[in-house]
T-cell receptor, first 114, second 114 residues
């Protein structure tokens, strides 16, 4: 079965310190992987995606993620957190199996303190 | 502007009163889907549609109906809403339902059933 596990439901960092949001996946297929961000009372915005071209993926707002097949991980990082990064982040696997395309992790809430 | 539009954004209704949440996309996408978001559970797929007149159940279809008569529209119908359908709903579209394409999300509809 395909699944996505976000290892932390809540991460707290100070402004200016690094961010690490962890995601492991399970897939029998070669997956495409995504990170989406949801700011309070907003829709979901795509941060970045991995589609087998390069294992290190750069996204918007300084975020990046590295696909590690051996570890089945796709962790999201940012060198220096900003207050505006406070939001909920979802790791998502996109696999094509009988039309069910997206599998979401349960989300990680990122808090940034000054 | 490319977008997915949901209406209404907020809705309070009473148990048993039929309602429809509309979703429209202007990107000529083939694939559309509905999700519900509940705290601690991430997003779960309700129904999806691979193309016009082709719909299928997602992970949590009970109590919902959909139709896809036109490519751009994918309404979600609650024939007899119940309080356990109180949730935040998102419509999404993507060029196809396969592999590398990311999904574009609407702004969400917050539904309360009393």
């Amino acid at each position: 079965a395909q699944s996505v596990t976000q290892l932390d439901s809540h991460v707290s960092v100070s402004e200016g310190t690094p961010v690490l949001l962890r995601c492991n996946y399970s897939s029998s297929y070669s997956p495409s992987l995504f990170w989406y961000v949801q700011h309070p009372n907003k829709g979901l915005q795509l941060l970045l995606k991995y589609t087998s071209a390069a294992t290190l993926v750069k996204g918007i707002n300084g975020f990046e993620a590295e696909f590690k097949k051996s570890e089945t991980s796709f962790h999201l990082t940012k060198p220096s957190a900003h207050m505006s990064d406070a939001a909920e982040y979802f790791c998502v696997v996109n696999i094509y199996q009988a039309g069910t395309a997206l599998i979401f992790g349960k989300g990680t809430t990122l808090s940034v303190s000054s | 502007e490319a977008q997915v539009t949901q209406n209404p954004r907020y809705l309070i209704t009473v148990t048993g009163k039929k309602l429809t949440v509309t979703c429209s996309q202007n990107m000529n996408h083939e694939y559309m889907s509905w999700y519900r978001q509940d705290p601690g559970l991430g997003l779960r797929q309700i129904y999806y549609s691979m193309n016009v007149e082709v719909t299928d159940k997602g992970d949590v279809p009970e109590g919902y109906k959909v139709s896809r008569k036109e490519k751009r529209n994918f309404p979600l119908i609650l024939e007899s809403p119940s309080p356990n359908q109180t949730s935040l709903y998102f419509c999404a579209s993507s060029p196809t339902g396969t592999g590398e394409t990311e999904a574009f999300f609407g702004q969400g509809t917050r539904l309360t059933v009393v």
